[in-house]
């Protein structure tokens, strides 16, 4: 009991300052429980939501679906619930804020699982077993520090546990298997024998982010001095030149020495030298970097500064690197694409090596570190929403929608076709029928300069077919811009037909071989740009077909992230094929030859 209570203590502090838990502590005692007589100790909450689980303990599903309840909070844009939280002696009370209406009485006895999120101080979740066998998860929102109310939890635990020796008066009782039902407060849940629990006892395990061996708690931000990080491996730009005079101003000479030594003999992508001096760190990694005006060159030298530094860490079996923000300083890169690929590679080889890595940041660097806080809570959220089949984020009066299906069985009023895409177009043309199809070939023979032919829907089960003229291309900036082209003239369409849905296939994502990360952040940004100036009353979906779960994941990413335009004055560039007339509306102009 003795060992399960000290672990307890230990996991609570790595959630909470030690100085907080000093002053929380107490003696375990009776005179300790006149706190938890009567209403109880209270803790003002909000209910993230709650969940039926298959088991009634295990840290990985309690936290899976702890961000899973989180990301269909922010999916519905719903405001949590404001509860209070009676602890008592008997139960935990879940009590509503506004009406008082209790919610919940909750028997201690019955509650077998406490966790703390990981990324989160101010959550935690805990997993009650009702009366019918089920074991029903609740995820909650703190006020204060949530290990301050697990404090609280564990001390209503302890005391329970000690009214049931006094109960008894013989200690032995601790070494029992099985706890008689007439305890004071059937502590089977609460003994944590420690020769093996028996069903259904009480187990706190709130977890550190240093020993989660999940991939997204493995990755982290932290504002901070590389210098002074006490981790396996520093990684170091040796081409910037301010840090590189820095690590060797806290090295010293030993280091300097070193890396001249080792970059005339060594001509590997990595140097590697013991660190030294004032550092931290066992190793010091340094690599060469330049930055590039392409983003997709960018993007590939990004990841192969991340992959090679972590690759050559797990060879020397390192278990936690850190790197540095390169780019976001003097060479002033886009610290969005920055941020964002440095962040995926580091998961993807995290994935399938042990090594956890930290990104840190200099504290005056407010933007950096919130953009790098934003792509890693970006990929919670995707590998939650990624067991989910649809997706959607409220814009305004409309709607977007993704889901992985096929686009052809879309109930909607339009669905749209590229017509670069031969293989979907036929598809599209076959399931809709004969009519469909002599429909499109007469427009396109009356018009093959057309941007865009709308063809009745046949035997689909939308109302109108829109086949849009659309080439990808391997310039970053043509490609971006046309696909803002492509959004406005479905739109306009849609608006034209006084339609309320419409359908997208993510074009250019297939066999095309275009940048994901440009068409996809594209696409979802003008959508919501049109929603929100339009004030459109419009639900948009994006379908992807089931197999593409990378371009699902991107889509759910870039739809769930907060949108930067919001409440910012946003210059909306019309493509190059339309103007705006005196009446408000866009019209199509052929361009001059």
Known sequence: MSETLALISRTLSSSSNEGELKDSATTTNSSNSKKFEGDGLPFKCKLIGTEYLSVDRDEKVCLDSMFKLKAVVKTRGEHKQRVQLNLTMSALKVIDEATEAQIAIQEIERISFVVIDPRDTRAFGYIYNTSDGCHQFWAIKTERAAATTVFALKELFELAFEQYINSNKAKEATKETRVPSSSVSTVKQVAAIEEAPPQGALVFSPPSPQTDTNTHQSINVRKGDLTTEQTDVIVVCSSSQYLLENIFKVGGDAVMTSYNNESKLNSSTVTAVVAGGRLLSKKVYFLSWRPNTNETLLCESLKKFVSNAIEKAT???????????????????????????????????????????????????????????????????????????????????????VEKGNIISQKVDAIVVSSSSEILKQVIVKAAGLEVKAAYESEYKHNPNSILISTISGQLCCKRIFFLKWQPNANDSILRQSVVDFIWNVIQHVVAYNYESVAFPAIGCGKHGCSIDIVVKTMVKEIKKHLEMRNLSLQVKFVIQPEQQNVYDEFCKQVLISDEVHGKSVEHKLPATWKQSTDNRLRLRPRPL
């Not at 042990?354 to 806080?373: L, T």
């Not at 919670?380 to 409220?394: H, K, N, R």
């Open 315 to 401: 060879t020397e079996n390192y278990q936690s690197i850190a790197f540095p923000a390169i780019g976001c300083g003097r060479f002033d890169c886009s610290i969005s694409l920055v941020a964002k690929t440095l962040v995926e590679e580091a998961h993807r080889l995290v994935a399938t090596n042990a090594i956890s890595v930290s990104f840190i940041i200099q504290p005056d660097k407010e933007n950096i570190f919130h953009e790098f806080q934003k792509q890693i809570d970006s990929l919670e959220q995707v590998q939650q929403v990624s067991e989910i089949s649809t997706v959607s984020m409220s814009i305004g009066k409309g709607m977007v929608v």
